[in-house]
């Protein structure tokens, strides 16, 4: 069975950046393509990057497009998100997701593995 673990949240000024990073452990998930969703208080879970197996291919939510980066580093069973020019919108908490399935990206349902999350308060 395979673990993902978060790390990185915190409060963070407009403007800031912040850099989340996910650890994978019981098992390699350099296969599986991966991604970042967050959750505001009384909203739905939402998709914001995902990256495919090898790093070639990465996918944005409009919302964070330009502002976010998502990376990955397989010798390190590893994915980061470099947050830069937060807002306070972007206030959640943040889960990284292995995708195990063959929907879209942004659908929750192709996702087999999630972590426990880490909050993320960006403040006015």
């Known amino acids: 069975q395979g673990q993902l673990v978060e790390s990185g949240g915190g409060l963070v000024q407009a403007g800031g950046s912040l850099r989340l990073s996910c650890a994978a452990s019981?098992?390699?998930?350099?296969?599986?393509?991966r991604a970042w969703f967050r959750q505001a208080p009384g909203k739905e879970r939402e998709f914001v990057a995902g990256?495919?197996?090898?790093?070639?291919?990465?996918y944005y939510a409009d919302r964070v497009k330009g502002r976010f980066t998502i990376s990955r580093d397989n010798a390190k069973n590893s994915v980061y998100l470099q947050m830069n020019s937060l807002k306070p919108e972007d206030s959640a908490v943040y889960y990284c997701?292995?995708?195990?399935?063959?929907?879209?990206?942004?659908?929750?349902?192709?996702?087999?593995?999630w972590g426990q999350g880490t909050q993320v308060t960006v403040s006015s």
């Open positions: 990256i495919n197996w090898s790093g070639t291919i990465t």
């Open positions: 997701a292995a995708k195990t399935g063959g929907s879209s990206w942004e659908s929750k349902l192709g996702y087999g593995y």
């Open positions: 019981g098992r390699t998930f350099s296969t599986n393509a």
